[in-house]
Nanobody, 115 residues
Framework: VQLVESGGGLVQAGGSLRLSCAVS????????MGWYRQAPGKQRELVAV???????NYGDSVKGRFTISRDNAKNTVYLEMNSLKPEDTAVYYC??????????WGQGTQVTVSS
């Protein structure tokens, strides 16, 4: 199983981007899917996850600006990012946690927000 991310890029402050994370196998379901990010010299941090029952949980720094959603028919999770700030610049990683424990990471996609 692979998690394939797309949608990163360069955007000006105040702009928007939408990230996508597609699960490579249509018959494989994760219990929890989410997004994390890692900026240079910093630890990887939670951005947003969809907990069991698709309950969203957001990191404090993105609440009110980012929205996580999931399309079960496409087996894809999205991250809509609005009002982007330079401090949102990071590599964004998709993560899927399995029902039996353990998980998978995507390869990461770069998001750069210019001031």
């Amino acid at each position: 199983v692979q998690l394939v991310e797309s949608g990163g890029g360069l955007v000006q402050a105040g702009g928007s981007l939408r990230l996508s994370c597609a699960v490579s196998r249509s018959d494989f379901r994760f219990a929890v899917m989410g997004w994390y990010r890692q900026a240079p010299g910093k630890q990887r941090e939670l951005v947003a996850v969809l907990e069991t029952g698709d309950r969203p949980n957001y990191g404090d720094s993105v609440k009110g600006r980012f929205t996580i959603s999931r399309d079960n028919a496409k087996n894809t999770v999205y991250l809509e990012m609005n009002s982007l700030k330079p401090e949102d610049t990071a590599v964004y990683y998709c993560h899927g946690r399995m029902f039996i424990g353990g998980g998978y990471w995507g390869q990461g996609t770069q998001v750069t927000v210019s001031s």
